[in-house]
């Protein structure tokens, strides 16, 4: 019986423990710093990253891979023609983009010191903000946009989000299994 009541108590607190924790997925890396701040539509977010996410220190190829699936590859940017702006611009904080493209992609927001990339149902046109990005200067300002980069993945589908452990509810699992190897020790 006792052994009963203690596996019990065991799983209800994991059980609340991971309700509590549960909110994280990887589609939402940036977590509260990121994802929350933006007010445009995306389906993953990741970032802020520090740098540039294109060129010959750009990360944004790499973290894409690593981070929603290989096979991405850099399309173009508004320095090059490849996304226009329908509102806002190079040195604002929002706005909408069009692009001769269709379909599932990314876009990675450069401003400042940093960037952070989101993924998006469609290419042909999307807003943006930059209030994912590192705030910049000793208020914490948001900084405008340097510039907006377009990456298309091999296939076609977007990654479904899927949950992330969070580290509470592992080492809660890790609790009782301990618990559980002690319990057989005494029996």
């Not at 592992?170 to 002690?182: A, D, Q, T, W, Y």
Request: charged share 15%; net charge positive; proline share 3%.
């Amino acid at each position: 019986m006792h052994r009963l009541v203690i596996a019990t108590a065991t799983t209800a607190a994991l059980l609340f423990v991971h309700s509590v924790t549960s909110s994280a997925k990887a589609a939402t890396l940036g977590g509260d710093s990121t994802c929350s701040k933006v007010s445009f539509s995306y389906l993953n977010c990741a970032g802020s990253f520090s740098g540039n996410d294109k060129g010959a220190q750009g990360s944004g190829l790499s973290n894409l891979n690593s981070l929603f699936g290989e096979g991405w590859s850099f399309v173009g940017d508004n320095e090059d023609g490849v996304v226009s702006f329908t509102n806002g611009g190079n040195g604002t904080q929002s706005g909408s983009a069009s692009t001769g493209l269709s379909g599932f992609g990314a876009i990675a927001i450069k401003a400042g010191n940093s960037y952070s990339l989101y993924t998006v149902d469609d290419l042909a046109t999307f807003d943006w903000g930059t209030a994912g990005v590192a705030k910049v200067g000793n208020k914490g300002n948001t900084p405008g946009l340097s510039h907006l980069s377009i990456y298309r993945q091999a296939k076609s589908a977007p990654p479904d989000s899927q949950e992330v452990p969070e580290p509470s509810l592992l080492l809660g699992i890790v609790g009782m299994l301990g618990i559980s190897k002690r319990l057989r020790r005494k029996a």
